[in-house]
């Protein structure tokens, strides 16, 4: 099953990166947040990406493009110009496809962009480029193909702006840092689509999230899969450093061993 990923937005509120690189390319520890989302994807055994870009397209490119030659050992001869490779560090059996789907263009418009690299497919798995979670994706996929509707979206538990205190009196009894609330969902943005609704987008200015997805759950065409676990956006510096402290400290809830 093919993995689309959303990586073409302009990451307004994240300018103090987004000006150098797109979102999708701000690393977390050594890898950009992009690969560790692909990582959650390839642990399930889903390899065959499409990334959807825009913004500073030729950044995602050229890491691709370099990926393996910064990985591996080699040795470079001078004097002949060619390159031996020695050993390599490459443990990802990914094929991975870069579309331009253009600087302007919607959430939306950039799915509609992907039709013709879905083919025949019937169904596809669809995320953003700014979003980790420990979300099981073949029970995400199991749960879709049982229900037979034409998108299933996971809801997740929004998290909390400040941290959290457990107190008993005056006494602090336990302090977690953004939490979890246990109230609400969201849209935790891994999907599983029927290719039939690309249909539902209009063009190049369509949100993803609101036409199509409006009008496919007034059809009743809509399910959500809960997801209780971990689940954290990237959208402040403040989210960033939280990842990658979760990362540095082998503690990061979305790394598979």
């Known amino acids: 099953m ?3 990923i959303l990586a073409g937005g302009f990451g307004t509120r994240f300018s103090e990166y987004t000006e150098d690189i797109p979102k999708p390319m701000i690393p977390i520890a050594e890898n950009p947040i992009l690969w560790h989302i692909m990582k959650i994807y390839s642990s399930y055994d889903f390899n065959d990406f499409f990334i959807a870009c825009g913004y500073k397209a030729d950044y995602i490119k050229d890491f691709f493009l370099k990926y393996a030659s910064l990985k591996d050992d080699f040795t470079v001869n001078f004097s002949t110009g060619k390159t031996e490779s020695l050993k390599t560090n490459i443990s990802e059996d990914w094929r991975v496809t870069l579309v331009d789907t253009g600087l302007e263009t919607m959430t939306g418009g950039r799915v509609k962009k992907m039709k013709e690299y879905i083919g025949k497919d019937k169904t596809f798995l669809l995320t953003y480029g700014d979003g980790l979670s420990n979300i099981n994706i073949k029970d995400l996929v199991n749960y879709h193909e049982s229900h037979k509707k034409m998108v299933t979206v996971s809801a997740v538990r929004p998290t909390a702006r400040f941290g959290e205190l457990k107190l008993n009196d005056n006494n602090v009894e336990s302090f977690q840092e953004k939490p ?3 109230q609400g969902w969201i849209n935790g943005g891994f999907f599983v689509v029927n290719s039939e609704f690309i249909d539902f987008i209009d063009g190049d200015s369509t949100m993803l999230e609101r036409e199509p997805l409006e009008k496919v759950a007034s059809m009743g065409e809509l399910m959500a899969y809960k997801h209780e ?8 510096k403040r989210d960033h450093q939280m990842l990658e402290r979760l990362w540095n400290e082998n503690n990061a809830p979305w790394k598979k061993d």
């Open 2 to 4: 093919k993995v689309i």
């Open 180 to 182: 979890q609330l246990n």
């Open 229 to 236: 676990g971990f689940w954290q956006c990237m959208d402040t």
